[in-house]
């Protein structure tokens, strides 16, 4: 019988207590579409041994990427920025790019894809668009997201319109010159994109793990990544 793929989820970095942490849904989205996931967390520098043991990646939601890394501003509306991960992560992309990695970038991730390829981002996404759709509230919170008709995103979700869970307050600004923008909200703010260049890599800005237990559409994402795992 052949193994599970092994899917690499990175974490969130170290709390208070000096605990790394991350969401269960993750993880559970990752085991319902027959995957195995392994947590990867912030610090590690053995990214092409890892690489060379998993079959696929997830970047996890999370914090705000340090502006420095793309000549923004410290907004004051920041959250605490961390270095470690963003480094983490930025490595690991680059593996993941180069090995032609399956990938799943999920909020901060897609961000980070964006960092990590050149891009930029919107610091505080009320100031350039306002609030008339709800990127963010106290809790996840959907909204309407209209995809690219004929994209690989628009296929994997079985739909060119979607309502998924969103929690974020940046956004991409200057979007890196290798992503294709596939999805977008009402305001205009991207919310998908694609890297044509690569067999199997998808970035979304909301968090499909916090309803796919519920929502086969937003499953689907966790599904396809895991098919294209296992080759």
């Given at each position: 019988m052949a193994r599970a793929p092994r899917i690499a989820i990175t974490t969130y970095g170290r709390n208070e207590k000096g605990r790394f942490t991350l969401p269960a849904p993750y993880v559970e989205a990752v085991r319902r579409a027959g995957?195995?996931?392994?947590?990867?967390?912030?610090?590690?520098?053995?990214?092409e041994e890892l690489l060379e043991i998993v079959d696929a990646v997830?970047?996890?939601?999370?914090?705000?990427?340090?502006?420095?890394?793309?000549?923004?501003?410290r907004h004051p509306k920041l959250t605490a920025l961390d270095p470690e991960r963003d480094a983490t992560e930025i490595a690991l992309l680059r593996g993941v790019l180069a090995r032609a990695t399956p990938a799943l970038c999920i909020c901060r991730g897609m961000q980070?894809?964006?960092?990590?390829?050149?891009?930029?981002?919107?610091?505080?996404v009320p100031d350039e668009v306002g609030?008339?759709?709800?990127?963010?509230?106290?809790?996840?919170?959907?909204?309407a997201v209209e995809l690219e008709r004929g994209s690989k995103l628009a296929a994997?979700?079985?739909t060119t319109a979607c309502s998924p869970?969103?929690?974020?307050?940046?956004?991409?600004?200057?979007?890196?010159?290798?992503?294709?923008?596939?999805?977008?909200?009402?305001?205009?703010?991207?919310?998908?994109?694609?890297?044509?260049?690569?067999?199997w890599l998808l970035g979304v800005q909301w968090h499909p793990e916090h309803t796919a237990?519920?929502?086969?559409?937003?499953?689907r994402l966790f599904d396809a990544l895991v098919a294209a795992a296992s080759g």
């Open positions: 995957g195995v996931p392994l947590l990867v967390a912030p610090g590690e520098t053995r990214v997830v970047l996890a939601g999370g914090p705000d990427v340090d502006p420095a890394l793309y000549g923004g501003a980070v894809l964006n960092v990590a390829l050149g891009g930029t981002l919107i610091e505080h609030e008339q759709v709800p990127h963010r509230r106290e809790d996840y919170v959907p909204h994997v979700l079985g869970a969103s929690s974020h307050h940046q956004a991409l600004r200057r979007v890196a010159a290798q992503l294709a923008v596939v999805a977008r909200a009402p305001d205009g703010i991207v919310e998908g994109v694609e890297l044509r260049s690569h067999p237990a519920s929502d086969p559409t937003q499953q």
